[in-house]
């Protein structure tokens, strides 16, 4: 089954990466969809198929918080996995987030590896060994 | 909190940070007084192929957090970031990822700070020139760097 992968963050630099990172996870990819915010984020969701969401939490219009809150209170997206990458590296923040009904939480930087795995926990599978 | 004290804390999050996902290594680093050699207290202009960027953050210190690096430096970075020949990198790709470079540093930095208190930080905004840095709440650092020389800088505007 391939997978359709929603990338939010406001810096194209960062989508670069994080889609060259999920290319080297081995995971099965049909599509890759792309939003600098959370309101360009949403209206993907709302009119493509996604099987995860990847968010940063700072970014301009709305931001990943907001956008987390909007994807849990609509029936038809509460269900879609979303992970978060962010900068913030804080105890509050993260545990805030994962209270709001995030899946997960990386910190950036981060290690290939480690989103590898947590994209692996949240769509299963086993992670590329090459990381 | 007064800009100095960011000086035990710069330099582990920077390298942790250029380490970790630019694979470029610290070799030297060192906190001149001032960001340029600013005459007479004016700001200096940013260079052609030089990159410089800037962001505030907000949580229980206030700030603004900054990057500057010349074209060697971010060219290179560039490259290792996003895994591509220097060759094939514009220079709108080279800025993209050192908004997305001073973005990390800062947040690193911050988090260290703030500890277990939320903050927020704005978009990494490029800059014309290098602000005129002095004082007590102004900390310049200088890495050498294996790719070039990378400076960031720190402003503490106030506790919230």
């Known amino acids: ?131 | 909190m007064k800009a100095s004290e960011f000086a035990k804390l710069v330099p582990g999050c920077c390298g942790g940070v250029l380490d970790s996902m630019y694979f470029t290594t610290i070799m030297e680093t060192s906190h001149p007084k001032e960001l340029a050699e600013a005459a007479e207290g004016k700001e200096t202009a940013i260079g052609a192929e030089e990159y410089a960027f800037s962001l505030s953050f907000k949580g229980d210190i206030c700030g603004r957090f900054g990057l500057h690096m010349g074209a060697a430096a971010g060219r290179g970075l560039a490259a290792n970031f996003l895994g591509e020949d220097e060759a094939d990198l514009s220079v709108s790709d080279i800025g993209e990822v050192a908004g997305e470079l001073a973005n990390m540093l800062c947040g690193a930095v911050v988090s260290k700070v703030e500890g277990k208190s939320k903050f927020v930080l704005s978009h990494p905004e490029a800059m014309q020139a290098l602000p005129v840095l002095s004082g007590a709440d102004a900390l310049v650092s200088r890495f050498e760097t294996d790719g070039g020389t990378v400076t960031t800088w720190v402003v503490v505007e106030g506790d919230a």
């Open chain 1, 1 to 131: 089954m391939a997978f359709n992968i929603l990338i939010v963050d406001d810096s194209p630099a960062m989508r670069r990466v994080v889609k060259r990172v999920v290319d080297l996870s081995g995971l099965d990819v049909g599509n890759y969809l792309e939003a600098g915010d959370g309101l360009q984020a949403l209206t993907v969701l709302r009119a493509e198929w996604v099987d995860l969401v990847l968010t940063d939490i700072n970014m301009p219009e709305m931001d990943g918080e907001e956008l987390l809150l909007e994807v849990r209170k609509d029936e038809n997206l509460k269900s879609i996995p979303v992970l978060v990458v962010s900068t913030d590296q804080t105890e509050a923040r993260i545990a805030q987030m994962l209270a709001l009904g995030a899946d997960g939480y990386i910190s950036k930087p981060f290690a290939p590896a480690a989103l590898s795995e947590e994209l692996h926990r949240l769509l299963g599978g086993v992670p590329d060994e090459s990381f």
